[in-house]
Nanobody, 122 residues
Framework: VQLQASGGGLVQTGGSLRLSCVTSGSTLYYYAIGWFRQAPGKARERVACISSSDGSTYYAEPLKGRFTISRDYAENTVYLQMNNLTPEDTAVYYC????????????????WGQGTQVTVSS
């Protein structure tokens, strides 16, 4: 499984970004895709996830309503739409894949893409 994350950048508080995670082959049919982030000095945390089977979505509780995960089979891509960004959202964002369901722990995800930096200025 190959994953390539992109779409990060510098944005002002209140702005929006859409991250993309391009996957290989038929990944989206068999793998759950999760978005994680790691801020400086902090542990990596799961932001959102979409399961392979029925497309069920999961979000970190504090991010519900601001972040939306979606997928496009034709583009083999999973998106993370991030709205109303704050400096606390500044982090390196990663996408990861694992077969089937959305696992809770990052250690349950076996395939990772490179990170994309998101910086939110105040």
């Amino acid at each position: 499984v190959q994953l390539q994350a992109s779409g990060g950048g510098l944005v002002q508080t209140g702005g929006s970004l859409r991250l993309s995670c391009v996957t290989s082959g038929s990944t989206l049919y068999y793998y759950a895709i999760g978005w994680f982030r790691q801020a400086p000095g902090k542990a990596r945390e799961r932001v959102a996830c979409i399961s392979s089977s029925d497309g069920s979505t999961y979000y970190a509780e504090p991010l519900k309503g601001r972040f939306t995960i979606s997928r496009d089979y034709a583009e083999n891509t999973v998106y993370l739409q991030m709205n109303n960004l704050t400096p606390e959202d500044t982090a390196v964002y990663y996408c990861a894949a694992e077969q089937g369901v959305c696992w809770d722990a990052e250690t349950d995800f076996g395939s990772w893409g490179q990170g994309t930096q998101v910086t939110v200025s105040s």
